[in-house]
Nanobody, 121 residues
């Protein structure tokens, strides 16, 4: 029942900015974290940013200081503000919600379909 849909991807020039969004539906009152990932062709999907229910955020070293993750209070929308974009940021960007299982001892990850971000001159 949990669904995530990304939007806002596109093509930008190096040094430019882009804000991608993720619409979230379902029961996400308590999460194990919500985040953004990206996957370049031939590469593994990697964590870019993660935000907890307490609002704290962590970032991959590759995007620290350039990207900002945020969300609405109800966690119905997740955002990733990307500034000073680099060519190497080109990838499909995915949002994800990590939700506790019924046992509340483990978490399951739910993915969006992804949105393409291309950084080129």
């Amino acid at each position: 029942q949990v669904q995530l849909v990304e939007s806002g991807g596109g093509s930008v020039q190096p040094g430019g900015s882009l804000n991608v969004s993720c619409s979230v539906s379902g029961n996400i009152s308590i999460t194990c974290g919500m985040g953004w990932y990206r996957q370049a062709p031939g590469e593994e999907r990697e964590l870019i940013a993660l935000i907890g229910d307490d609002g704290t955020a962590v970032y991959a070293d590759s995007v620290e200081g350039r990207f900002t993750i945020s969300r609405t209070n109800a966690k119905t929308t997740l955002y990733l503000q990307m500034n000073n974009l680099k060519v190497e940021d080109t990838a499909v960007y995915y949002c994800a919600a990590e939700l506790p299982t019924t046992s509340s001892t483990t978490c399951d990850k739910y993915w969006g379909q992804g949105t393409q971000v291309t950084v080129s001159s």
